[in-house]
């Protein structure tokens, strides 16, 4: 079973625009991570954010958490043709699973 | 570049065969993990390997097996394979078990004729 659920399923934005995906889970954790998947390719680990973290930054990458509302999320700025991709959240459980969401598709129009 | 390699890229068979799935993982890590992808399913954990015991299993059928071996390289087998095991098998390896950020293979896709 899935922990994270990623909301919209779907985005497309123009370049130079900024994207956001929320991701909403369920039981408590012990970090956050997010990933981008390119098209039919392996995924990529982005950010990982702790629960006792509230905000964490990396280059244009900006993931939140809000562990009273179990939910996080990732802000892509300035997006680039490039940041077209799938991202997932994954959710680092107590019991060391990593359960990963459905996914959001960014497409980034030129 | 992960430095995850699997093996085969693609792999095409018929209903009621076997296939072994192969994965090599970062110089270094230590634990390794299979996940399914496929299209209604999303990203399913199958199991995870730490330095050769199995430390987890998710939701890994009975018809599927895997092991790590002293060379900390995996192999999932999948027996008796049906239409809908058709899917993107994944390999990721991390240094430690227990949350760590995952390196992740370029995958296998099986398809089941």
């Known amino acids: 079973s899935q922990q994270g659920e990623e909301d919209p399923q779907a985005l497309s934005i123009q370049e130079g625009e900024n994207a956001t995906m929320n991701c909403s889970y369920k039981?408590?954790?012990?970090?956050l991570q997010w990933y981008r998947q390119n098209s039919g390719r392996g995924l990529v680990h982005l950010i990982l954010?702790?629960?006792?973290?509230r905000e964490k930054h990396s280059g244009r990458l900006r993931v939140t958490l809000d562990t009273s509302k179990k939910s996080s999320s990732l802000l892509i700025t300035a997006s680039r043709a490039a940041d077209t991709a799938s991202y997932f959240c994954?959710?680092?459980?107590?019991?060391?699973?990593?359960?990963f969401g459905a996914g959001t598709t960014v497409t980034v129009r030129a | 570049d992960s430095g995850v390699t699997q093996t085969p890229k693609h792999l095409i068979t018929a209903t009621g065969q076997r296939v072994t799935l192969r994965c090599s993982p970062r110089?270094?890590?230590?634990?390794v993990y299979w996940y399914q992808q496929s299209l209604d399913q999303g990203l399913q954990f199958l199991i995870q390997?730490?330095?050769?015991?199995?430390?987890a299993k998710g939701n890994i059928l009975e018809r599927f097996s895997a092991q790590q071996f002293p060379d900390l390289h995996s192999e999932l087998n999948l027996s008796s394979l049906e239409l809908g095991d058709s899917a993107l098998y994944f390999c990721?390896?991390?240094?430690?078990?227990?949350?760590?950020?995952?390196?992740f293979g370029n995958g296998t896709r099986l398809t089941v004729t």
């Open positions: 990721a390896s991390s240094v430690r078990e227990g949350n760590s950020p995952l390196h």
């Open positions: 039981t408590s954790i012990n970090n």
């Open positions: 954010i702790r629960s006792n973290e």
């Open positions: 994954a959710t680092g459980r107590p019991d060391y699973k990593l359960s």
């Open positions: 110089s270094g890590d230590l634990s």
């Open positions: 390997y730490y330095n050769g015991e199995e430390r």
